[in-house]
């Protein structure tokens, strides 16, 4: 599979393409694609209807696109499989098609993952005027109740420190952005040296998720990183990293993980968040504060980044009376 195109820029000119056909034309594109249940042209329909969504798909991370032409390639399979009419699915199908994914052992997140794609190809084919379903709206998701910090844990000291002795200076400033400044992968890929204020130890995320720009301070080591890679090219225009695909980043950094012979602790890069988030809880005790940090808008997201020791409270009940 292709490397989804992160670019807004792309996915608009994309979008356009199909959005500037005539209704009629569009229509019968959709349908024709729904018909043959044409991978390719249904996802390219799914990716310009969420490209010119201005409440939500538009801002989509690199990420999220991925899963959901992921989860639009799996009902494709299931629809071929069951002989599905797209187009005017039977009432029971899609109910059938979410027990199929959860009887498959995928995990709940993961069977959450593939309906929200589901539902957007739907959302996809009434933009284009191809059909009125709407099958998965009523359709019952799977509950995990397993708190995510639990299934996916922050990284331990450990293994950040294993990994940044071995590190190079654009792997280190890599990992420190993640684990010291808290950011998110696409924003990390994403600095420029224009918003990195040294003296200053603070750094713009300008492009943060809902394109939503923060500040955030800059942790003595990550300075020191990002002093050395200054000093390994010395250029203070463009971007920090090298790396421009999330793919390329992933790699490099399982790599690494590879060199510290740690690669079965790897687990991507949002456990390096997690990590950041659990850091400054550990030091402010607010979940406030950490929520700013992280560009959280809600706290309860922000609790289930931290993880917060079981013996939390024994210190402050130990003087009840």
């Known amino acids: 599979m292709s490397e989804i195109t992160p670019y807004l820029g792309d996915r608009l000119a994309q979008a356009r393409a199909l959005a500037g056909l005539t209704d009629e034309a569009l229509r019968v594109r959709a349908i024709t694609a729904a018909r043959d249940k044409a991978f390719e042209d249904l996802w390219s329909l799914t990716l310009a209807y969420l490209s010119s969504d201005t409440s939500a798909g538009v801002k989509l991370s690199p990420h999220t696109l991925r899963a959901y032409r992921k989860g639009v390639e799996v009902l494709l399979e299931h629809a071929s499989s069951n002989a599905w009419n797209l187009l005017h699915p039977g009432r029971r199908e899609p109910g059938l098609y979410v027990a199929a994914l959860t009887a498959s052992g995928l995990k709940p997140a993961t069977v959450m993952a593939r309906v929200a794609a589901a539902g957007a190809l739907y959302r996809a084919l009434r933009w284009a005027g191809a059909t009125d379903a709407d099958p998965f709206a009523d359709v019952k998701r799977p509950k995990d109740r397993t708190k995510g910090v639990v299934k996916n844990p922050p990284y331990r000291a450990e293994f950040v420190q294993a990994m940044l002795a071995e590190a190079d200076v654009r792997e280190a400033a890599l990992l420190l952005l993640l684990t010291h400044a808290g950011l998110r992968i696409a924003e990390a890929l ?129 003087a009840f009376r």
């Open 190 to 318: 994403s600095v420029e040296w224009s918003h990195v204020n040294l003296p200053g130890r603070r750094l713009l995320v300008a492009h943060g998720k809902g394109d939503k720009a923060r500040i955030v301070p800059l942790s003595g080591r990550l300075r020191e990183a990002l002093e050395a890679l200054l000093a390994a090219s010395p250029r203070r225009d463009g971007f920090v990293l090298p790396w421009r695909a999330y793919s390329s980043a992933y790699e490099r950094l399982q790599t690494l993980a590879l060199r510290c012979g740690r690669e079965h602790e790897f687990r991507g890069f949002h456990a390096g968040r997690k990590y950041a988030g659990t850091q400054l809880y550990a030091a402010v005790k607010d979940f406030t504060r950490v929520a700013g940090f992280l560009g959280h808008e809600q706290v309860d997201t922000t609790r289930r980044y931290v993880e917060v020791p079981e013996d939390d409270l024994a210190d402050a009940v130990e």
